[in-house]
């Protein structure tokens, strides 16, 4: 069964981030195994390839999962750190390596599982080269994604960054933008929503499939899969990467049937990374 919990920011902060404290209850005794995994996932296509191994796969190793979906991802690394939920999925690598670094956690990766492409789209251009001088772009506002997506656009000659920034990018690193475009930091979860109201925005993979658009045909600039190192990651809190429970996620997490699973569903949108 799924759960898909709508519990605002400021509530979970009250109730310590209590989410499926009961369910995961003990998980991290070494009598867990019979216990529910419980994972704590994005919506799409996160809790989506959740619940594919859940219905389809789980069973035929003795898995009991737990999916818990929830929009909000700045959630879910506190869920994992206190408790609440045994593992996430939800996060490339370095957004995770940042997280640790600014808030003292303790979360490693297991498994890589499939890559989103950032895309950038538009609503009132087909191509990056017809923005307008001034025009105004949206960029995810936390660490790691606003320099992947400043990264996208210098890499397309939209802008030029600093040398030798990369994906620690910020706004105040470009040195280049020859059409003086407008950058606007917002939260990467409201970006979809935000593309009425701007010329382009830089989206990640999941909230753009989420809002409906297809990456593969939509976007009009796109990152390559191509030694890409923003994969998306099954996490754990450190200490638990053995636990049979999480071995047996990640080895149907890398099975072929998850494979097609995502090559059939997303079409191009969201590519295994195995």
């Known amino acids: 069964m799924r759960t898909v ?10 109730t310590g981030l209590t989410l499926g404290a009961t369910a995961c209850s003990g998980s991290s005794s070494s009598n867990s195994a019979d216990k529910p995994l419980v994972v704590i996932a994005s919506p799409t296509p996160h809790a989506q390839i959740l619940d594919y191994v859940r219905d389809n796969l789980a069973a035929k190793v003795g898995l009991k999962l737990t ?36 808030h003292g956690t303790d979360i ?26 001034g025009a105004s772009v949206a960029v995810p506002n936390d660490a790691t994604n606003e320099g992947r997506a400043l990264k996208l656009l210098a890499d397309n000659q939209v802008i030029s960054l600093k040398d030798g ?55 009009i600039l796109l990152e390559k899969a191509d030694n890409n190192p923003y994969a998306n ?3 754990v809190k450190k200490g638990k990467e053995n636990d049979p429970r999480v071995q047996k996620l990640a ?24």
């Open 5 to 14: 919990l709508k519990i605002s920011t400021a509530a979970l902060a009250v």
């Open 67 to 102: 999916v818990r979906e929830v929009s909000d991802y700045t959630l879910q690394n506190p869920a994992v750190q206190d408790g609440s939920a045994d593992a996430n999925y939800f996060q490339h690598v370095p957004y995770l390596n940042d997280f640790n670094k600014t």
């Open 108 to 133: 490693v990766p297991v498994e890589t599982v499939h890559l989103e492409p950032l895309g950038v789209y538009s609503k009132k251009v087909k191509k990056a080269a017809d923005l307008a001088d």
């Open 165 to 219: 920034v990369g994906t620690a990018a910020t706004i105040h690193d470009i040195t280049g933008n020859p059409k003086h475009l407008k950058f606007k930091e917002l939260d990467a979860a409201q970006l979809p929503r935000a593309l009425s109201d701007v010329d382009a925005a830089v989206i990640n993979g999941n909230y753009a499939v989420g809002a409906g658009l297809k990456p593969a045909t939509d976007a």
């Open 233 to 235: 990651v099954l996490a």
């Open 251 to 274: 080895q149907l997490l890398h099975s072929d049937e998850v494979k097609k699973y995502i090559e059939d569903n997303f079409q191009g949108s969201v590519i295994p990374a195995f």
